[in-house]
């Protein structure tokens, strides 16, 4: 992960047309729009990530923000692309995965909050948020994935970022929730909520 005087760096010299530095920022990106374009697209992630990028480097010089700026621009690509091929289909994805056979395996040994986190980055966790309501699964992916602030996320999204926050920690509340044992009559409290992320949304 890069500094983020670093990655404005990067964003200056793939500007200025070097090629590394964009295969740099691609590298950099490319691995958390991807698994937010599975939760809004699921297997057509791959195709619109590749639409995406296309747009990025054609309008890349025209891009004025810092390494921060960037990372929610390229999000914001992404996204118009998901959204356009949602109005082609006329309906939701589906989930991709088992998730429910996954989660059925899960112990709950650990706070399921902080284990929530952890899977984010599975197929199988992707397939579960790809569950929740639209706007909390948006919320979630672009403030714990993407690594978004509440503000940019409230621009791409078109929401207040109290809003944001809100659907985002809703959102953490409900797959900690499906994270619990299930013999359990009623899961753990979340009581302690460690990950920075879930701190500011409170």
Do not use: C
């Amino acid at each position: 992960m890069l500094a983020p005087e670093e990655l404005d760096a990067v964003v200056r010299a793939a500007q200025s047309g070097d090629e590394n530095a964009f295969r740099q920022l691609y590298r950099l990106q490319q691995p958390a729009l991807l698994r937010y374009l599975r939760v809004l697209v699921g297997d057509d992630a791959e195709d619109v990530a590749s639409e995406a990028w296309l747009q990025i480097a054609r309008d890349l010089h025209s891009f004025k923000g810092d390494g921060d700026g960037f990372r929610g621009w390229t999000a914001t690509i992404a996204r118009h692309r998901a959204m356009d091929l949602l109005r082609a289909q006329r309906r939701r994805p589906q989930p991709s995965g088992p998730a429910d056979d996954y989660l059925a395996e899960i112990r709950a040994d650990d706070d399921t909050a902080d284990r929530a986190l952890e899977l984010v980055t599975t197929d199988a966790a992707l397939a579960l948020i790809a569950t929740l309501p639209q706007e909390m699964a948006e919320a979630v992916m672009l403030r714990v994935v993407v690594g978004l602030d509440a503000k940019t996320t409230g621009r791409i999204l078109g929401r207040r970022a109290g809003a944001v926050r809100t659907a985002a920690y809703r959102g953490l509340r409900q797959l900690a929730h499906r994270l619990s044992v299930p013999e359990q009559r009623k899961p753990p409290p979340v009581t302690h909520l460690a990950a920075p992320a879930l701190k500011e949304m409170r």
